[in-house]
Structures are given as C-alpha cells and as structure tokens.
C-alpha cells in the first residue's frame, strides 16, 4: 500500500481504539461537507489508516473486520467526495470484503461519478463476483467507455476462472 500519512499517531494504537478514533475522525470531517466545509482529504487519510487495520485484523478479528467492510460499505454510498467513495469501493475489493458486494453494485449502477462507478465495478472483478450478467448489464447501460472496458475485463476474467476452474477437475470443453 502507498505512503500512509499518520498525522495523528494511530497506527501506533491497538486495532480497536485506532479503529473508533479514526472512524471518529472520518465523521467530524463529514459533518460540515453538508456546508461545504469538510476536508476530503481527512476522511481520505482516515480511510487509509482504517484499510491498513482491516489488512491487521482480517484473520484475526472477523467481527472489526466486518465492521469496516460495513463502514466502508457505506463511505462507498454516502461520502460527498468521488475520491473518498472510489477509495472505499476499490478498497472493498482489495480487501476482500465480499459481503459489501450489494454496496459495490449499488454504486457501479448509481453513481454520478465515472471514476466511483470503475472502481466499484473493478471492486467487484477483484471479489471474483461471477454474476456475468450483472457486467453484461454495465456494459449496455453504462455512459463512460472507462467503467464498460472495466466491465469487459470482468467478463473474459470470468470465464477464463471457469475454465480454469473446469480444466482444474478435468471437465474442460475438450474433454
């Protein structure tokens, strides 16, 4: 992962308590967005710090893990900043959040932003999401050449992870 800008000191704190500061950290910026006031840039380092306690906690604390794929999940949905919300939806895949797959399809359908839409569609290619269709669909609909050729890639990883997968117990086409 990138250069990792600790201002507060919190990679120094136990997983929990860095975890709840940062989140905190992440909301008090939030708050004053609505006024136009919020520093993206903050609730963007809060993320990060929250990425790399997810990648901590991932074996070993399931239940923080979770909280920050639903944390994330709903940054994904809700941030007013495009570069916050790609973050957590490529952030969402990177880490294997699977059980935020609802929030990553949302958002390739929904979003305003193209870069947002890539990300979450990206997200989903990088959960080995397998609903075909579902990038079939973006595809057709979907206004930005960039979140379609994402889509594309989905599509041929899809199949080719079949036919591996096929190849693997011996049930390839050419059998």
């Not at 294997?96 to 947002?116: P, S």
């Not at 989905?154 to 036919?163: D, G, H, N, P, Q």
Request: glycine share 6%.
């Amino acid at each position: 992962m990138a250069d990792l800008y600790d201002e507060w000191r919190l990679l120094n704190l136990e997983a929990r308590t860095r975890f709840e500061i940062a989140k905190k950290k992440y909301f008090d910026e939030l708050e004053p967005a609505d006024e136009g006031k919020g520093d993206e840039s903050v609730r963007y380092d809060c993320l990060l710090v929250i990425q790399r306690t997810a990648e901590e906690v991932r074996d070993t604390d399931p239940k923080l893990f979770d909280e920050i794929g639903e944390l994330f999940g709903s940054i994904l949905l809700t941030d007013p900043s495009g570069f916050v919300r790609h973050e957590a939806a490529f952030q969402l895949g990177y880490l294997d959040m699977y059980k935020q797959k609802d929030a990553l399809k949302k958002a390739a359908i929904y979003d305003n932003n193209d870069i947002v839409r890539h990300e979450a569609v990206e997200g989903l290619g990088l959960l080995r999401y397998d609903d075909v269709g579902f990038f079939e669909w973006v595809i057709e609909n979907d206004s930005s050449a960039g979140v379609k050729e994402t889509a594309v890639i989905f599509v041929k990883r899809v199949s080719r992870l079949e036919k591996a997968n096929l190849d693997e117990v011996g049930l390839s086409a050419t059998s």
